[in-house]
């Protein structure tokens, strides 16, 4: 893979293939803002310039992306698949999506997403669910559904999204595409609408290993506007996710295999791709092992703990006086329960009042205080795994395939689709999916997680992985 590669897909071609998949009352249901216009006449001008001007030889001159409806943009909306920011303009862009601007990049649209990203399906958009381009009957997973389905469906080769608890991974997952979720602080949450600070990350969607490498690469770095955010100089990563050694691209490497990741939960079709995967890892030259992350069961309560706690606190701020829609009311505690009560749906609703609950007075020390200290535990479970000489952690990315739109109607059961990825988010470590196989013609993905700032050892792992696969046609 190549730069050049990426630079091949045009606006033009995105809009065809946009007309072609995503537009009317059968399509996939991607996008919820676009602008063609704006992004046809950016297009024309870096085709007009000069081949030897800066503004042409940028990384992404020219290439169009897709940006999740919680990223600010000063050119499109940024609604959070809800109706109390309908039609709403930042006066300030996201960070991450100035960084891809200035690489060159032309930003085509605004994707559709989960409510405030809490969801792993995007069926809880106020503006319809997103349909997944593989099989248009089932979800593309969620809560960044949207942008997964815009670079599975070839809309875009390039994608940010958002992960609280694996709303990255797991839709890459179910659409067969690559997602990535760095180590929390290497990318700027500046602009993005916070759900759990604490947890929330900028992510990347793309084809292949190398454009995500590359995605990364270009957003990560120090932000003064973000105090989360690390000084850590950005390695080369896209020289990381370049296969060199055909042979053994990966002697020396050690990975874990959690064995906390593969019970009964687990999909058997989806087991059995992830043995696969791990046999042609030992065949590129990795040793594998089997480690143990004994708190793994207990990270879904945390998180559904920590998260609606700091999304009750976070969401406070939407009550129709500052910016957004507003209810008329005669008083205004009338107007504040009018506006949240229609603004808001019903997953939202449901975690504020889970979050309010826990802490509240009396619950404060039996729910958050005690989740945060099983949280540490979580993190000390990985950081003696990497210190005991684990170069990088391979699992399945989601316990099932991509599963029917309304299939799913226990909130419970929606939370379990994410039991494999919300241990990186409460880590804050690197993880991302790529496609390992198919089951019933569904693609599935498989997971590394690697040390804290070491995307490079992950994007190495994950390329060798990927040609693999490609040179047998096993993905």
Request: proline share 5%; glycine share 10%; charged share 20%.
């Amino acid at each position: 893979m190549s730069v050049e590669s990426l630079k091949a897909h045009s606006v033009k071609a995105a809009w065809l293939q946009y007309d072609a998949v995503d537009a009317g009352p059968t399509g996939l249901n991607a996008f919820l803002s676009v602008d063609r216009e704006g992004s046809l006449t950016a297009a024309a001008s870096i085709a007009a310039t000069p081949h030897t001007t800066a503004s042409l030889t940028a990384d992404l001159a020219g290439v169009p992306v897709a940006i999740k409806d919680n990223l600010a943009t000063l050119t499109l909306p940024t609604t959070c698949g809800s109706r109390i920011l309908e039609g709403y303009v930042s006066p300030y862009e996201a960070t991450a999506v100035r960084k891809l601007r200035e690489a060159g990049a032309i930003v085509i649209g605004k994707t559709n997403m989960d409510e405030f990203a809490m969801g792993s399906s995007t069926e809880n958009s106020a503006y319809g669910p997103t349909r997944n381009p593989v099989d248009r009957s089932r979800v593309p997973g969620g809560s960044s559904g949207g942008s997964a389905a815009a670079v599975a469906s070839g809309v875009v080769r390039l994608a940010l999204g958002s992960e609280t608890g694996g709303s990255v991974r797991q839709p890459a997952a179910f659409c067969g595409i690559v997602g990535v979720k760095p180590t929390y602080g290497r990318v700027s949450r500046f602009g993005l609408v916070a759900y759990a600070s604490s947890l929330d990350h900028v992510g990347v969607f793309a084809q292949n290993v190398f454009d995500a490498a590359l995605g990364v690469e270009l957003i990560a770095g120090h932000d003064p506007y973000d105090a989360t955010c690390s000084e850590r100089p950005v390695p080369a990563l896209r020289q990381s996710a370049v296969v060199t050694d055909h042979a053994q691209p990966l002697a020396g490497l050690v990975v874990g295999r959690p064995v906390e990741y593969f019970t009964d939960a687990l999909d058997p079709r989806i087991h059995a791709h992830c043995d696969a995967s791990l046999e042609r890892l030992r065949a590129l030259g990795a040793v594998v092992r089997d480690v143990s992350l004994p708190h793994t069961s207990l990270a879904i309560p945390v998180y559904y703990v920590l998260a609606p706690a700091e999304a009750s606190s976070n969401l406070a701020r939407y009550d129709g006086v500052r910016y957004g829609q507003r209810r008329s009311a005669d008083g205004l505690r009338e107007m504040y329960e009018r506006t949240r009560t229609g603004g808001f749906g019903a997953e939202v609703t449901r975690r504020i009042l889970l979050g309010t609950y826990v802490l509240s007075a009396g619950y404060y020390d039996a729910y958050y205080r005690r989740a945060q200290t099983v949280r540490e535990l979580i993190t000390q479970d990985f950081e003696r795994v990497f210190a005991d000489g684990v170069h990088v952690l391979f699992t399945p990315t989601a316990p099932t395939p991509a599963f029917r739109i309304g299939e799913v109607s226990d909130p419970y059961d929606m939370y379990l689709s994410d039991i494999y990825t919300v241990t990186a988010n409460l880590a804050g470590i690197p993880a991302m999916s790529q496609p390992i196989g198919l089951v019933d013609g569904l693609p599935v993905g498989g997971q590394f997680m690697a040390a804290r700032f070491d995307e490079a050892t992950m994007f190495k792992a994950a390329a060798a992985l990927e040609y693999a696969l490609t040179a047998e046609g096993g993905a």
